[in-house]
């Protein structure tokens, strides 16, 4: 029975919805494996290297070029808002209070695990498959070492709301540390796109951008609510394509969009909805873009071999910052340990951060994979690791006032 594009893209809707969440409510892996971790395994297993290589014929039916490429509409709208929210979030006022604390202990752990993950990306460059064919080796391995010292902020919030401690004096502290972060791995991001080429368009897009965020500010603090949602998503669309427009890519946009916005604007709850109802409905389509591109031609022990190498310098970098930065502040007791596990959190903003290299073809799929990996593997170790360790330390879990 011959079968149109919409009927076969349902079908694969139907599997990024429904395998993914039987796995986690039959399985009941949420533990040690939330929702997202799940869907994003899922987009792996099938992507080509898995379903693709198992059954070839079923694969190339379902995922045809029509059909992807509808999934792929999806999956930037899906990114763009999600990258969005990530930028509204960030609490820089409340880092700004308590900078020198901030400051140490963001720039320790984010600066360690990016000196590892640089060293594992040097030597990365001594293998052929690994740099991408537009890579020059130093965007090569600043860009793999950002991925290593990368926080996913927005995961980071699922996490702490799970382990009860997001509203408590060490949840809003992480908060703080992880929101410095996020601003130097898009900073480090736009270094990386830097087009000589185009230059010129992109410091026009700075100066464009500078004079439209002061107008645009001006305009959303004199709206009501209602409407500030529907300007801000203008804005989103009108930010992402000048940043594309200008070759640093639309995500790069996206979060810049998010960035400039006042988290007060809009009511908490909505903003928690707004972020709960994205990830529900349309980030696991993301999820499945991302599987899709995974690819496995060096070897599957050698991809294993460069995400467990990779896993090594994100975990062992952020732990020996955040021990450091503990040593400089006096923290107590596993304080130290607490905060380096939930800081090394990767999921999302790894893979959307990976996925801006690989487009710009800064890595390889191979090396995208590799970095996949390492993402399911270090988010799938923190709640594991923080809860026993929270048991522990009860004192630490202080009410904020």
């Known amino acids: 029975m011959h079968m149109g594009?919409?009927?076969?893209?349902?079908?694969?809707?139907?599997?990024?919805?429904?395998?993914?969440?039987?796995?986690?409510?039959?399985?009941?892996?949420?533990?040690?494996?939330?929702?997202?971790?799940?869907?994003?395994?899922?987009?792996?297993?099938?992507?080509?290297?898995?379903?693709?290589?198992?059954?070839?014929?079923?694969?190339?039916?379902?995922?045809?070029?029509?059909?992807?490429?509808?999934?792929?509409g999806i999956a930037w709208w899906a990114v763009m808002i999600f990258v969005m929210l990530a930028g509204i979030e960030l609490d820089l006022k409340k880092a700004w209070e308590h900078r020198r604390e901030s400051t140490i202990t963001a720039s320790l752990a984010l600066g360690t695990p990016l000196v590892f993950g640089c060293i594992a990306a040097f030597g990365m460059l001594g293998f052929a498959g690994w740099i991408g064919p537009k890579a020059q080796s130093w965007q090569f391995v600043l860009g793999v070492g950002m991925a290593c010292a990368v926080t996913a902020l927005p995961i980071l919030i699922l996490l702490m709301e799970k382990l009860e401690i997001l509203r408590e004096n060490i949840g809003q502290r992480i908060l703080r540390y992880a929101s410095l972060d996020d601003i130097a791995i898009w900073a480090v991001l736009a270094v990386i796109m830097l087009d000589w080429d185009r230059v010129t368009?992109?410091?026009?897009?700075?100066?464009?951008?500078?004079?439209?965020?002061?107008?645009?500010?001006?305009?959303?603090?004199?709206?009501?609510?209602?409407?500030?949602?529907?300007?801000?998503l203008i804005w989103l669309v009108a930010v992402s394509f000048a940043a594309d427009w200008a070759g640093l890519h639309y995500m790069v946009g996206a979060f810049l969009a998010g960035a400039v916005m006042d988290a007060h604007w809009f009511a908490q709850q909505r903003l928690?909805?707004?972020?709960?109802?994205?990830?529900?409905?349309?980030?696991?389509?993301?999820?499945?873009?991302?599987?899709?591109?995974?690819?496995?031609?060096?070897?599957?022990?050698?991809?294993?071999v460069a995400a467990a190498v990779?896993?090594?310098?994100?975990?062992?970098?952020?732990?020996?910052?955040?021990?450091?930065?503990?040593?400089?502040?006096?923290?107590?007791?596993?304080?130290?340990?607490?905060?380096?596990?939930?800081?090394?959190?990767?999921?999302?903003?790894?893979?959307?951060?990976?996925?801006?290299?690989?487009?710009?073809?800064?890595?390889?799929?191979?090396?995208?994979?590799?970095?996949?990996?390492?993402?399911?593997?270090?988010?799938?170790?923190?709640?594991?690791?923080?809860?026993?360790?929270?048991?522990?330390?009860?004192?630490?879990?202080?009410?904020?006032?």
């Open 272 to 304: 928690d909805f707004m972020r709960q109802t994205v990830l529900i409905t349309i980030m696991p389509v993301y999820f499945l873009s991302a599987g899709l591109r995974t690819n496995w031609a060096v070897g599957g022990s050698a991809v294993f």
């Open 201 to 232: 368009r992109q410091l026009g897009f700075i100066v464009v951008f500078m004079v439209a965020t002061w107008l645009f500010r001006l305009l959303m603090a004199r709206l009501e609510e209602r409407d500030r949602w529907f300007v801000a």
């Open 5 to 72: 594009t919409t009927e076969i893209f349902l079908i694969a809707m139907l599997l990024i919805f429904a395998v993914p969440y039987l796995i986690w409510r039959v399985g009941g892996t949420d533990y040690y494996a939330p929702l997202v971790i799940v869907q994003i395994i899922t987009g792996v297993i099938l992507g080509p290297g898995i379903l693709g290589r198992a059954y070839p014929e079923y694969y190339t039916f379902v995922f045809n070029p029509q059909v992807v490429q509808s999934l792929n």
């Open 310 to 401: 990779l896993l090594a310098a994100s975990l062992s970098g952020k732990l020996i910052g955040t021990h450091i930065a503990g040593k400089i502040l006096k923290w107590g007791q596993g304080e130290a340990s607490i905060i380096g596990w939930l800081l090394q959190t990767k999921a999302l903003i790894m893979i959307i951060f990976s996925n801006i290299l690989l487009d710009k073809g800064l890595i390889t799929n191979e090396t995208f994979t590799a970095l996949l990996l390492m993402a399911i593997a270090s988010t799938m170790l923190t709640v594991p690791m923080v809860y026993p360790k929270l048991r522990r330390a009860a004192q630490l879990i202080v009410k904020t006032s």
